[in-house]
């Protein structure tokens, strides 16, 4: 019996579908859906990993589940009202969010604080700093099994909270910063309990020094691990101790120019050349430990003289546009306010650290080894409020 | 704070960067704008990936951000009130949120820095981290069909920034691989970032603040006074 075409075409057809069948089942490949909720992503992040045996061939970030729509709501509101909100990205160093803000809207007003507030402002800047690393610093170590870090990052960031509410009110969101200066003047004996607690987080400082860098369990799995070139960082838009730990010394502190007191102060941009989960680690550890110097010096050299310059009761902001970045715990934080002569801005882009910081991810997780993807993301250390705004 | 001297010598800065952009993309460099040390270049929309590819070339190795901007007035009552009388809080039909109630019509488009003649915009930021300067570079879009070409060759950062962009303002990037939703869950409707998009909870109630906010002289005396 002759086979007719439309046999031969189907014999055809069902081989290379069995070809396609076997080369499927070769690689064995699954997927690994990790969170919203997994804790090593400080929120609801998800990420959904397509593994072949265990590395890691194709990683998917699923953000958005905590998203706010902060940069329309901003629209709605006037320009006082809005660092009420701005508080809410980045909630481990809130007052570190106002700042850049008011600094645009302070930009296009053409005012400029008086030097006591200044300086106040860059206090409060380093020790939201010092609040959010310390966390950090800890916590990366019960990312990777050690479990006492956290407990002492838990005990010594209080400290910094404490002063915090008793200067400002507000123990995670203080809402301090105006237009022109800020809220208050601090208070009595405040200075002598900062400097008793900046001592204290150079303790905490030391303290995981020895426990974790010198550990051969925390080096063997961070050391090596999620490699970022620096070309290949900043053209994702990483920025901050994630892009200094790969080597590029750029700290928008030093070299933006900027109202704030930095340049009065005596310090150093740290950096580091490997690149890997453990440089960032390192870097951050030694950055918290250069802002409680700052801070002394900044409670040192603090001038007097009035916390408020002269401003309108009825804020209305020019017609313009400005930009105004700062160096945030996270990484470089902007935003690109539109006035148009009204009450609120017109326009207010944020771009907030964290979100560049894990765009990078599915090009960094390419490749790698299940626990690894844990190590990697705890040491970009991001805040969901910062991803999702 | 910065003397006479320094401002001017940034914007020299400035000023050299944008001679520099406009050699490398000629009649494409539409607008322009410098203010205190920052420049704004507006260039035509089909030069929108080579004015990125010149800006690597130049050295601007940092990707900032990449977002848009729609410039059709207000719908809500945010800046018109501030012109009239402030409202009695006690009589209802003053509130400024029952004037507004008029059809969106795209009229008084007040651009911003470097021109604009459109209704949207994408603008985006790069930084260069050995000259430590920047540039914010804008190109119009068309009101209808907004659509430009992705970024993502040049800098691989402007993906979930293009993502964002193109699900809150619909606007459209060739060349994106996977041009899918980022934030909003897939089956959402509109964009959420256009000025006509309604804010729900502010077209049901008037914005409180803005009433405070002119009352608060009139009423407020000062404490024990009042």
């Known amino acids: ?108 007003m053409e005012i400029e604080a008086p030097p006591r507030a200044q300086w106040i402002r860059t206090l409060f800047f380093e020790l939201s700093r010092i609040a959010n690393i310390t966390l950090f610093i ?13 407990f002492f990052a838990f005990r010594d960031r209080e400290y910094v909270l404490n002063l915090i509410e008793s200067a400002t009110g507000g123990r995670f969101h203080p809402n301090f910063d105006r237009i022109g200066g800020i809220k208050d003047d601090l208070p009595k004996g405040w200075i002598a309990e900062t400097k008793d607690a900046m001592r204290r987080i150079r ?12 550990n051969e369990i925390f080096e063997a799995r961070t050391r090596g691990v999620g490699v970022i070139p620096a070309d290949v960082g900043l053209s994702y838009g990483l920025s901050g101790a994630n ?99 009204g009450l609120g801005p017109f326009r207010c882009k944020i771009r907030s650290a964290s979100f560049h910081n894990v765009s990078i991810t599915p090009w960094l997780l390419k490749g790698v080894y299940v626990p690894d993807i844990i190590t990697i993301l705890s040491s970009l250390y991001f805040i969901l409020g910062d991803i999702d705004r | 704070m910065s003397s006479a001297d320094s401002t001017t010598a940034t914007d020299d800065r400035q000023k050299a960067l944008l001679e520099d952009l406009t050699t490398r993309l000629g009649a494409a460099v539409v607008g322009s704008h410098i203010r205190s040390g920052d420049l704004w270049v507006r260039v035509r929309p089909d030069a929108w990936l080579r004015a990125a590819e010149a800006c690597k070339a130049m050295g601007f190795d940092y990707f900032c951000y990449l977002s848009g901007i729609d410039w059709m007035p207000h719908t809500w009552p ?70 430009i070409e992705s970024w993502i060759t040049a800098y691989p950062g402007a993906d979930w920034c293009e993502r964002e962009t193109w699900e809150m303002y619909g606007f459209d990037f060739t060349g994106h691989p996977n041009l899918t939703h980022l934030y909003l869950p897939g089956e959402f409707e509109g964009f959420p970032m256009r000025k006509d998009f309604p804010l729900l909870a502010r077209e049901v109630k008037p914005w409180p603040g803005l009433v405070d906010v002119e009352q608060f002289p009139a009423t407020y005396k000062g404490d024990g006074e009042g």
């Open chain 1, 1 to 108: 019996m002759a086979v007719t075409d439309q046999q031969r075409i189907s014999y055809i057809a069902s081989q290379a579908a069995d070809a396609r069948l076997n080369v499927e089942l070769q690689t064995e490949e699954m997927t690994l859906n990790l969170g919203p909720q997994h804790p090593a992503t400080h929120g609801t992040l998800r990420i959904v990993a397509r593994l072949d045996g265990e590395q890691v061939v194709k990683a998917d970030v699923v953000c958005g589940y905590m998203h706010r729509g902060y940069e329309k709501l901003t629209e709605v509101r006037t320009f006082p009202q809005v660092t009420t909100l701005i508080n809410r990205i980045d909630w481990l160093s809130s007052f570190a969010n106002e700042v850049p803000f008011i600094l645009a809207a302070e930009d296009l």
């Open chain 1, 138 to 150: 800890g916590e990366m170590g019960v990312q990777l099994g050690a479990i006492t870090p956290v």
């Open chain 1, 203 to 214: 303790g905490y400082c030391d303290e995981l020094e020895q426990l974790l860098m010198g």
């Open chain 1, 243 to 341: 892009i200094r730990a790969s080597g590029v010394d750029w700290d928008l502190r030093r070299d933006a120019p900027s109202p704030l007191a930095w340049k009065e102060l005596d310090w150093k941009v740290w950096t580091h050349p490997d690149g890997d989960s453990f440089a960032r680690y390192w870097v951050r550890l030694q950055e918290t430990r250069e802002a409680t110097l700052m801070v002394d010096q900044l409670l040192d050299g603090l001038p007097s003289g009035p916390i408020q310059a002269k401003v309108p009761r009825i804020i209305k902001v020019p017609a313009g546009e400005a930009w105004a970045h700062t160096e945030n715990p996270l990484g470089e934080m902007g935003y690109y306010v539109v006035s148009q002569g």
């Open chain 2, 78 to 147: 945010n800046p018109k009130v501030i012109e009239g009388p402030a409202p009695d809080p006690d009589d209802e039909a003053a509130l400024p949120a029952e004037e507004v109630v008029e059809e969106p019509v795209i009229e008084g488009i007040q651009s911003g820095y470097a021109g604009g003649d459109t209704r949207f915009q994408v603008l985006a930021r790069l930084y260069s981290t050995i000259r430590h300067i920047g540039v914010t570079l804008k190109a119009d879009l068309d009101d209808l069909n907004p659509r």
